[in-house]
């Protein structure tokens, strides 16, 4: 009825004549709003570039690729690789807690779940997704650093490996779920010829299935590693700002992520030094998760199975 | 271990120790499966069981905290008297920016790259763009939000400068949503309309949106369920640590309920207190986007129209 409606309408717009302006200035303004999203990524790259550019003039190469980090003593040093140690090794914490629990997670989901089950399951992971990240943040400080001080007696109140434990909880839903669609993707009649032979679920899983899925299960990872760089709250809470080059997971240690929010609710006059690493670190920032997320369409372009 | 070979008259012996041989071998096969099928629910569980620990440790934790007064109470830096009126009229406030802000320009753009320009180089590119930019971190639009917003346009910390912020992190997952929904809508309909002698623009607005609305819709709250939970941007823009005004208007400093637990989380080791305060703010923003994302769902299963 109400489609009849809506035509009718129409004719009587039409015989009006009024439209024929707009409908010749609508996709103007269609384009106009389109535009924005690209004018966004020029404003990111820009301000990125622009405000770096005025830090490197200060500050020389060597110095920011170096490990001494001290932003707010007298005389200041802007070495990023302790931020990027930061980054990478809480990644990888997340990584060796999401990799294995999604993987398997996915695989039950895909292959030996009941519709039923995955129907009930589901839902509730993408529950796990939608927590937002401060949550998780105040979980890892509040709940999960108390209860390995227990296990680990060394751990300090701030330390990387709480928040890249909890960082790998948070991209478990992004594994399990691009993990499960790639398997699901795979075609029935692959599954039922291993079936035909004898093999077991298992078998089929794992000698079949995943390797035909390898692709999209390959991106996932590498989606989720960029989404573990660019995570913000979770290791600014719990893994502190300390600015020491370390390879002990039980310290506090900076993400380059955690630096850029002390140091923008810190006191960091526009104009400063300190106020242009900034954006010195938010471009390797960007240029990390842009590699991988390019990587990451490189790879399930390029190694997918067709079929 | 097995001879396969064929003998033409095999002993009863023979016989009976191939069967028993490749019965152990099957056998230990599908324990092998079914062992297995158990160890990948459990890592299923595990993560349910995590979401499940967090809400409850935190619900625990808000337990004689979360009042009356507190939900209508001024920020304080007492405890006892601490409420989230503030940040919440604050959370509010965002929502009103980026609710009007990203439908049009959102839905503007998903009907010029499935209406309008289908093909091409420039959809193309756009739609790349929009792929990227979803996955850029939330910390570099933060940045992007303090030299744009903050400083080039002098709105400083205010709702509208935190609001624009979000809508431009916010803006891909709206446009791909609408992109889905109006993708979704069947070609006969506009045929109908143009066969009626109806003009594009007009054929758009009374046949393919109205069609469309409800994907459209649905994506839109999943977007704003995940603008307020975001911390990241906020905090890099400068909002300060305690407001305790009441903002009035879009062009007042503020303070939104992520934010809020962030501060308070901060400062738990000051006053152990805060902890609670914070978990009893994340119980009501845990709350509110449940019943945001009840919503959607709701819309989708009520409105989603086959055809």
Redesign the interface.
């Known amino acids: 009825m ?2 009849r409606m ?2 009718r ?3 009587k ?2 015989f009006a004549k009024k ?2 302006t ?2 010749k200035a ?2 103007i ?3 106009v ?6 004018i ?2 020029i ?2 790259v820009l ?2 570039i622009t ?1 770096a550019y005025k830090f490197f003039q200060k500050v020389a190469l060597s110095d920011f690729f170096s490990t001494n980090l001290a932003p707010l003593s007298t005389e200041p040093h802007f070495g990023i690789l302790p931020l990027i140690n930061g980054t990478i090794l809480t990644s990888l914490i997340a990584m060796a807690v999401a990799v ?2 999604g993987l ?2 996915a ?3 895909s292959e ?2 009941s519709d039923r089950v995955r129907r009930l ?1 589901k839902p ?2 993408e ?2 997704a ?10 890892a ?3 999960v650093t108390p209860l390995l001080m227990k296990i680990i007696p060394t751990l300090e109140a701030k330390n990387a490996l709480s928040p890249g434990i909890v960082m790998g ?1 948070m991209i ?2 992004l594994v ?1 779920s691009l993990s499960e669609d790639a398997m699901r993707s795979v075609p029935a009649a692959m599954r039922e010829g291993a079936y035909g032979l004898g093999s ?4 089929v899983t794992v000698k079949v299935v995943i390797p035909a899925a390898i692709s999209g299960i390959m991106a996932s990872f590498v ?1 989720a590693i ?2 573990a ?5 979770i290791v ?2 719990a893994s502190g700002s300390s600015k020491n080059f370390t390879f002990d997971i039980t310290q506090s240690m900076q993400t380059m ?1 955690a630096y ?2 002390e140091f ?2 810190g006191d960091a006059g ?1 104009g400063t030094t300190g106020y242009y690493s ?2 010195a670190v ?1 471009l390797m ?2 240029l990390f ?2 590699v991988l ?1 390019l990587a990451a ?1 490189y790879i399930s372009k390029k190694f997918r199975e067709e079929y | 271990m097995i001879n396969y070979e064929l003998k033409l008259n095999p002993t009863e012996a023979e016989k009976e120790y191939k069967i028993d041989i490749n019965k152990r071998r099957i056998d230990r ?2 324990l ?2 079914n062992i ?2 158990k ?3 459990l ?2 569980v ?3 069981a ?2 499940g ?2 809400l409850y ?2 619900g625990i ?1 808000s337990i004689g905290w979360l009042d009356v007064q507190f939900l209508t109470g001024k920020l304080s830096i007492f405890p006892e008297k601490a409420g989230i009126w503030g940040a919440i009229i604050g959370s509010i406030g965002l929502i009103c920016v980026v609710i009007p802000v990203t439908l ?2 959102g839905v ?2 998903a ?3 499935e209406e ?2 289908t093909q091409g180089k420039i959809a193309s ?2 739609k790349v ?5 979803a ?10 939000g ?3 917003f903050g ?1 080039l346009f002098h709105l400083g910390s205010s709702i509208l400068a935190g609001g624009l912020t979000l809508s ?1 992190l916010v ?2 997952i709206v ?1 791909v949503s609408s992109q889905e929904a109006i993708k979704s809508v069947p070609n006969f ?1 506009r045929e ?2 143009y066969g ?9 607005r ?2 393919v949106l ?1 069609v469309a609305l409800p994907g459209i819709l649905t994506g839109a709250i999943l977007s704003i ?1 995940r603008a307020i ?4 941007p906020l ?4 909002i300060p ?1 305690l407001i305790m005004k009441i903002p009035k208007s879009f062009m007042d400093d503020f303070t939104a309920l ?1 934010i809020q ?2 501060y308070w ?2 400062d ?1 080791v000051l006053t152990p207190e805060y ?1 609670n305060l ?2 009893a703010t ?1 119980i009501v ?2 709350v509110t ?1 449940f019943l945001m ?1 009840s919503v959607a769902i709701f819309i989708r299963n009520k409105y989603q129209r086959g055809f």
């Open positions: 109400e489609q809506n035509v309408a129409t004719i717009d039409n439209k024929q707009t409908d609508m996709p303004f269609f384009f709003c389109a535009s924005v999203s690209v966004t990524t404003g990111i301000t990125l405000d294995p629990l398997t997670a695989m039950y989901l030996f779940a399951l509730m992971m529950l796990l939608g927590v937002p990240t401060i949550v998780y943040g105040f979980f400080y509040s709940f909880i478990l839903p399990t077991t679920k298992l078998e989606l960029s989404r760089i660019g995570e913000t709250m600014t809470i992520t850029i929010v923008t609710s526009s900034l954006y938010g920032l960007f998760t842009l997320n369409q | 096969r599908i092998l499966n297995l099928k160890v990948f629910f890592s299923m595990f993560a349910l995590v979401l620990l967090l440790r935190i934790q049009v320009i503007s753009t009907i010029y790259l309008y320009a590119f756009i763009n929009l792929s990227n930019l996955s850029v971190p939330s910390v570099i639009f933060g940045l992007l303090l030299s744009l400083r431009l803006l891909p446009v309909l109908a309309s009626m002698g109806a003009d594009k623009w007009t054929t758009i009374k046949v109205p369920s939970g975001e911390t990241a905090v890099v823009l400068g640590t992520p637990i962030y989380t901060l738990t902890a914070a978990a994340i923003l845990l986007l994302n």
